[in-house]
């Protein structure tokens, strides 16, 4: 079973800040990682798709990158709107994996 | 708009089996390959199992929590996903979802199992 461990798992931030999260799987999944965030009482929301790719109605602050083993959330200029909880998800091989998951808050 | 519905949650006591039902509207549910997601009350979110589209082979693969327990299927003809989960534990208490390829998540179905 491949391990995701996101880093931090806490991180409370200013709005207008940058903000990073991190997902490294225990062995090499080539691009097959996503990125999901979720509000308290919702449902997850699909952000970055294998890795980079955006995803329909998602704004241009967030981005994606890495390969292999390592990959990168990024939140350009965060948004109060933005505070969530985020988890990383792999489909390079079976079962399926979720990273723990970061909570941002705003400060 | 692409929209998945789940049903079938509700409160039952350990032993007993529960159906739940995703259905999914706004895509070609035939070539979608559909999953079960769960979420333990606070908890992060753990992967139950996925099936394949009945053109890839209509297999499913599960975690190892639910293996022998849980069977996930699908009806084409009514874009519908099933998840039975039989011998239910007060540990697969949680909010069910169904998700749509990589994409597309449904709103969840609690499910309580407490004696």
């Known amino acids: 079973e491949i391990v995701l461990t996101q880093s931090p798992d806490f991180q409370s931030v200013t709005p207008k800040e940058k903000v990073t999260i991190t997902c490294r799987a225990s062995?090499?999944?080539?691009?097959?990682l996503h990125w999901y965030q979720q509000k308290p009482d919702q449902s997850p929301k699909l952000i970055i798709k294998?890795?980079?790719q955006s995803f329909s109605g998602v704004p241009s602050r967030f981005s994606g990158s890495g390969s292999g083993t390592d990959f990168t959330l990024t939140i350009n200029s965060l948004e109060a709107e933005d505070a969530a909880t985020y988890y990383c998800?792999?489909?390079?091989?079976?079962?399926?994996?979720f990273g723990q998951g970061t909570k941002v808050d705003i400060k | 708009e692409v929209q998945l519905v789940e049903s079938g949650g509700g409160l039952v006591k350990p032993g007993v089996s529960l159906r739940l039902s995703c259905a999914v509207s706004g895509l070609t549910f035939t070539n979608a390959w559909m999953a079960w997601v769960r979420q333990a009350p606070g908890k992060g979110l753990e992967w139950v199992g996925r099936?394949?589209?009945?053109?890839?082979?209509?297999?499913?693969d599960y975690a190892a929590p639910g293996k022998g327990r849980f069977t996930i299927s699908r009806d084409d003809s009514k874009n519908t996903l099933f998840l039975q989960m039989n011998s239910l534990k007060i540990e697969d208490t949680a909010v069910y979802y169904c998700m749509a390829g990589v994409e597309y998540w449904g709103q969840g179905a609690l499910v309580t199992v407490s004696s």
């Open positions: 062995q090499s999944i080539g691009k097959s």
């Open positions: 998800l792999q489909t390079s091989s079976l079962p399926r994996t």
């Open positions: 294998y890795a980079s």
């Open positions: 099936i394949k589209s009945n053109t890839d082979g209509g297999t499913a």
